[in-house]
């Protein structure tokens, strides 16, 4: 039959066809969209999706992130980076990066005692529902270790031995090196030195139990119920220097009254504080979180 | 037939049952809900509903708000105020306030230039959604006068000359005192003295375009977007002498995306504003919100 | 010190205070509420939280859940019973029931292959979040057993063999009568019989993947992405002879784009169907949920 | 200098610059994209803006939205549309609308006695907020005509005479027709006929009172007290023949309890109701608003 042959070479088609992601940044000018497009389509490679924002059309900063499929990736890819850097990164002077999205990120977790985040991101990495390879839990406690290990991942226990923390980030950092793309804290109780961020190259989210700015540091339940709000919230957000001052990647609330004790508050927290986390890691392992100075460009629908 | 006769005698009482308001905070001890209930069935009274809250059972804080129906409500009133005082007051120790439901608050209504939150108040109580009686709006400027005339309420601008406060103020008190129950800030942008909340000697709502305790003072929404948040939000809270730090009312808040400029920002939340200082009036307007502290209960559903 | 002594004996009371629940329910008429903390009080009762609703005070349909402190509850109980049959039962006409709060629900989970509403319903369990004690989780299928039993749960596999529901069922009465409070269908994709609702005898709360009443039965995720919904919901409700419209517990709702597919939308509502179905599940154990003809009223804050 | 210079030339540039709209749709193909922007940028254009979305890459139907700075838009308008139709047209086989940013869609309102999302649209597009020319309001009452005309907008009434529907739709074509660019029910209480529907010619756009498709028809807030639903809700979708059946623009909730009466349910909704509403009436005329079959595409942050 004729009309079963099109649909075949479209499913033909269709296995050869791998996907890549091209994450672009740099000073708004005219042209970008198109120029870009060009040198995809030039490399055979058909736009899936396309995001972009601009600060400022007029010498703002631009982002764009585009998904593209083309045959045999892996085998254009050096032709495909050799044009992009050609008219991407010297023509229009924009910095931008090649992903390809079979390759999911490797991630090392930061747990403390507390489970909730740990334990929804392995369970949802199981269920596939995360694009990333857990490579390691890291805990400052043993508590955790068997919960872990039943999924298959290892756990390793690096406690602060005499308030010690530059031996312990040395021993993160031996863990870490070259074994992953992202660490993730998942209500991991210690404060990360300068130096650690500095050391260990790869970005770095954490989950901070309040809606920020508001109640920053410790206690924010606690802080929250001396203050009376009527919602409580968490934010994901990359680690930097400043405590709790980093970009924010998502953010989300829910409604409490004045008869939740701050242990209650802490209980209801908890569930906000695993769904903005896990969409926060979800978003920046699929390349849809782009920094731009202080704040995130996040394309998620 | 016997059983009509019941029916029939509900309905009669019915027509003149009146409805009241009974209000008490106090130290929490045993056997208030039972006392209370017994006063107000010694008065012929039937509980409409009750609400109640306590910090803590063994000697914390004790909130209790009823509503009930009772024939003849302004005929019993005052044996009813006597039993309520020997037995609430002096027995328990406990503070109360009957309030007559039939009654609506009377309300001042503070306004700069901001239309939204004052129009919205006043569309509400024109549909009859509102407690209130709306007695005068004040605003510094005169910009609004119209429209609030349209609504057949009273409208007087009172400058500010030379930076001069204390004489607005004074004009305000003159205007104020003995007129209402109620001062709402819709959006007035003048800070308020401690002096003036001192004289007035009535509650005073306020709408803080930010989710407090973020982005206290001048500027949330341009605040929120230098932070990068992805929630925006509104505060309704008592006015007290620490700008932004009364007790909180009601909140809430909206999703905001990267995309949103601070214009947008600023226009996106004032439908929260709105919303959220409605129902902060509402609330106090049927008697609902009690201050604890610097916090409150609020028995609403 | 005399200021001890106070403290030391409201601590000691404290310690053999043991914690009740009353939940009455009938036909509204004056002078319940009074009634009802005068039995509790000459019983020596504290009364810690009220929640009452009439849907009418004029011959509605009254319900009130009362939490109240009592030394040594056990010990009276026999006594408190036979006040609240003689004034509550008898003199008003009022369905009452009386429940000591340090009793968990026995709780019997059922599943077929989907994992995360199970999943959920055990972490918070083991975390302690519910009031419940789970006695065993059933399944047609066997691929959840491991996991069930890692929590130190029994897990009984009954396999509905060709096409014999009466036989499944019949076996699942043997495992749960006598042994259960109540039955929570954890995404269990098998139509109860009506046999079974009255044979089983317990309360039986099922979650549905979506708001209803929109997309009664199955497929309602694929009902969904076909009608162009913007948001999508889960339905916690306890199960009756009629598919999908029982009495509704809670809801909620996740917004979702145009690009979900199908496989999305699934994924996204999962997040609400646990936390809908953990609420309805904790607030129906602490007694919270009274049904009213094919409504519920919820005390909840 | 020189880099002065192109610095000046760009804010020079800017002051002539004029923005426009292209939304695409039809049958996904390799290409689309790079196509389109090559046009945009031989015409001189710059992209500020640009969605798309692909309900399958293969084959699938396309949807791309897209914002363009030009100088001179009218001069060069006939030379663009010469090429998008060229390319876009006959090559690629889309279907094209090319719009000027800058003409703000022409909208009629039907109302009926109930004011609150009239009054709505009308104080938005009063702000600015909405980027519409509102040319007449239409109601089968007179009851609204000063609340409109305050707003200095046409009122007309067109009653519906003895039941005879035919003569008052042929009055609102003589009105209607070559005068507006969209029609907004905003809870006009009359059945459009499907004769109107094709006759009119342009889109229009109801608020149904409820979370589609649940409570269908009409008393919508009385069937979901009926069904004990916790969430009300409000869907704004454009009209077809099918009653409540039309594509889905927007939706949104509210949470309820079991103390809420109808007219409570009502009044609480109403809040809803104005915001979709007004959502979906802004989304439409930024031309967000794309139709995929019975669904929508909305480019909307």
Known sequence: MTLAAPEKA?????YSAEEGRLV?????????????????????????SLDQYSTDPHGGQFFQRTVFQVPDFRLVRPDLEASLERVIGNDLGLDWRLIDSSQPKRVAIFASKTDHCLLDLLWR????????????????????????RQFGIPFFCVPIRNGDKKAAEAEHL??????VDLIVLARYMQIISADFIRDVGVPMINIHHSFLPAFIGAGPYRKAKERGVKLIGATAHYVTEDLDE???????????????????????GADVERLVLSRAVAWHCEDRVLRNGNSTIVFAS
Chains 1, 2, 3, 4 share one sequence.
């Open 125 to 148: 990495h199981r269920r596939g529902e995360l694009p990333i390879s857990v490579q390691m839990v890291i805990s400052n406690h043993p508590d955790l270790a068997d919960e872990v």
């Open 174 to 179: 031996r863990l870490l090196q070259g074994n």
């Open 246 to 268: 980093g970009p924010i990647i998502e953010q989300d609330v829910v409604r409490v009254s004045h008869t939740a004790t701050t242990a209650e508050l802490t209980q209801r």
């Open 24 to 48: 672009i940044h740099g000073r708004d000018r005219e042209g970008i969209v198109s120029a870009i497009s060009s040198v995809l389509a030039d490399a055979g490679a058909n736009i899936v």
């Open 10 to 14: 479209t499913v033909a088609s269709d």
